[in-house]
């Protein structure tokens, strides 16, 4: 039988990783597999740009936390593609991989089908065939034309905040990008959204009135308030004090209010999945997401760091993203920080690194291992130093680690990013 890593290589192989937005090839596979998608459990369909994999993570452990079976579609993967595909809250397994991805192959027949495609169409195909009492699933980087977009009518959809990214695919004007992710509401469904750019969410409300979508817009119709290690969520006319969430960063309060949000939609809607509050409070302390601001407490990295010293990884890419990992940095007065930086080649790291450079002591660049499409340590390196920040290229994150050691008197935090791909060789490495 195949290994996970094997089964990603056929992937490769077979399903090159092109992304060709339109939704005719999944629908026709779909068709021809029986339409699994029409036979899971009650969908949250989540889009956006930043914030839609914790706003994902939050739904599950809610949900894991009241008891319920949980179906999770999500990508990419960082370590191995069965991270794609939880199926009743268990990563699906590498057997069943195969023997729906053998099943997809036939009903394909020699027709093309992209690696999103035919990831997505397994999923759909593995939750058809396990019962389960709720199913999140995130759209990959679009909306209209994403592969998940297949569902008639979801029991929720959300919208995370939405920002300039993968402008080769969706284009470099804000309004087109919301337009196109803001198609995945239906008509009478709760569609639950963040706070967005005035300009965004113009286009989500026109947008919405023309689907005749329910929306449940932030400060508008729920909220959210710090109250020293507590949080206040109000939405409709419930209001509630939960935990801080797990996740690290200012940003994961409103990601959880707006999970917070969708509990209330789903309870309301036809579906009428319901989330006591305390599963909510369970969720929030209990709620993993990796490469999202994580601090790595375990491994052969984080030994090579002097006491008091941390070790920290996120692997978000673009400039939003980077403004969030600044609002922390300016949190972080107590040590210097270090940064490990990589990113690929349709990413610009002058507007990312923009972003940190008031914060930031030194930098030092890597090539992304395994990565046809990384910048060059050099790149990176020389985009910072264009930019003011001390910085060096080096071979791989060891030799970083080193080199932050060794220029460094007092502790420090030493912060990996840059990009998912990086986060996911870091996660590898370090066990």
Request: aromatic share 4%.
């Amino acid at each position: 039988m195949l290994s996970g890593d094997a089964l990603s290589a056929r992937l490769n192989k077979r399903h090159p990783r092109v992304i060709d937005l339109s939704l005719d090839r999944i629908n026709e596979l779909l068709r021809r597999l029986g339409n699994p998608h029409n036979k899971i459990p009650p969908v949250v369909h989540v889009a956006g740009t930043n914030g839609k994999g914790s706003v994902v993570a939050y739904l599950r452990a809610f949900a894991e936390a009241a008891g319920l079976k949980v179906h999770v579609y999500i990508s990419p993967h960082l370590i191995r593609f069965n991270e794609r595909i939880r199926v009743a809250g268990n990563l699906i397994t590498d057997d069943a991989v195969l023997e729906l991805l053998e099943e997809c192959e036939t009903a394909a027949g020699d027709d093309p089908v992209t690696y999103f495609e035919i990831t997505t169409a397994l999923a759909y195909l593995a939750f058809a065939r396990t019962p389960a009492d709720l199913a999140v699933i995130e759209t990959g980087l679009g909306g209209r034309l994403d592969a998940t977009n297949v569902f008639e009518r979801p029991a929720v959809t959300a919208l995370t905040p939405i920002s300039l990214d993968h402008e080769q695919f969706l284009g470099s004007d804000i309004r087109g990008i919301a337009a196109e992710k803001a198609e995945i509401m239906r008509n009478h469904v709760p569609c639950v959204v963040s706070a967005q750019p005035d300009t965004v969410m113009t286009v989500i409300k026109d947008a919405a009135a023309r689907i005749g979508a329910k929306l449940a817009v932030e400060e508008e119709d729920w909220s959210v308030a710090r109250d020293g290690g507590t949080m206040t969520v109000r939405s409709g006319a419930r209001s509630r004090s939960l935990p801080l969430p797990a996740l690290a960063g200012n940003h994961q309060i409103h990601n959880a209010a707006q999970a917070v949000a969708c509990v209330d939609a789903l309870a309301e809607s036809p579906a009428g999945v319901t989330i006591p509050d305390a599963a909510i409070a369970t969720g929030l302390t209990t709620v993993e997401w990796s490469a999202r601001l994580q601090r790595l407490a375990h491994g052969p990295l984080v030994e090579m760091l002097p006491a008091g010293w941390e070790l920290w990884l996120d692997g978000g890419h673009n400039e939003s993203a980077a403004e969030v990992i600044a609002h922390q940095a300016a949190e972080w007065q107590d040590k210097a920080l270090h940064l490990i930086f990589g990113m690929i080649n349709s990413k610009d790291p002058t507007v990312f690194l923009a972003r940190l450079k008031p914060h930031v002591r030194s930098l030092a660049g890597i090539t992304i291992p395994d990565e046809s499409a990384s910048l060059s340590a050099t790149e990176v390196a020389s985009a910072a130093a264009d930019l003011g920040i001390p910085a060096a290229e080096v071979k791989d994150v060891k030799s970083a680690i080193e080199r932050i050691v060794k220029s460094e008197t007092g502790e420090a935090r030493v912060l990996i990013c840059g990009s998912l791909y990086l986060a996911g060789t870091i996660l590898k490495e370090n066990g």
